[in-house]
Every structure is written in structure tokens, then in C-alpha cells.
């Protein structure tokens, strides 16, 4: 499957964004999707993950209440809805996937396909 991130872009403390996961390829098989953020200087950082059906979402502590990630399988893409952004969440995003319908992971070697990242910036 291949992925491409869009959404970012340059908002202030306190705004709203939502990212965008686009998926073409082999989308009719089930796969998992989650959103990572890596900051400069930083270590790639889990976000959220969501199951193929969309039923089974957990979020990092960090965005628990802020952000939500959610799916539309008919148009083969993945949301992340972030709100009451912070100076903290700027970092670049990237989505990822694995094959099958869910995942426990949140370590970015357990996904095997990636986006090409979207900057996310917020001003204080």
C-alpha cells in the first residue's frame, strides 16, 4: 500500500487541523494504520492507531482528548483530527501502515509502508 500524508501547515496555539492518510494500491486487503510525529531532533514519536474497520482506536497520553484519528475505508483514508493544538505538537507527521485488520503496535518498525510527512507548526 502506498501512503501520502497532507493536512499541515502553520496554525496558532489553540487551532485546529486535520490530517489527511491517503492510501492506494493494495487497499482491498485490511491493514492498520497509525500517525507518528517526529520533532527536529527528536525520535519518532507514536500518535494514534486505528483498525481496519475503524472500531479499535488508541491514542498516546500526550493527545488523549485533543486528537482523534478515524477512517473512511470507501475512500481509502485515514484522519487525524487535532484540536487546542500546543507549541509542543509541532513536528513533522507521517501515517503508516501494516497489513491485517489490527494493530497493538506503536513502535515505527512494526509498520511496514509510509507517507512522506506533513509539517505541522504552531506558533504560540
Known amino acids: 500500500v502506498q501512503l501520502q500524508a497532507c493536512g499541515g501547515g502553520l496554525v496558532q496555539a489553540g487551532d485546529s487541523l486535520r490530517l489527511s492518510c491517503a492510501a492506494s494500491?493494495?487497499?482491498?486487503?485490511?491493514?492498520?494504520v497509525a500517525w507518528f510525529r517526529q520533532a527536529p531532533g527528536k525520535e519518532r514519536e507514536f500518535v494514534a492507531r486505528i483498525s481496519w474497520g475503524g472500531g479499535s482506536t488508541y491514542h498516546a497520553d500526550s493527545v488523549k482528548g485533543r486528537f482523534t484519528i478515524s477512517r473512511d475505508n470507501a475512500k481509502n483514508t485515514v484522519y487525524l483530527q487535532m484540536n487546542s493544538l500546543k507549541p509542543e505538537d509541532t513536528a513533522v507527521y507521517y501515517c503508516a501502515a501494516r497489513y491485517g485488520s489490527i494493530s497493538y503496535y506503536s513502535t515505527p518498525r512494526s509498520y511496514d509502508y509510509w507517507g512522506q510527512g506533513t509539517q505541522v507548526t504552531v506558533s504560540s
Open positions: 494500491g493494495r487497499t482491498s486487503s485490511s491493514y492498520a
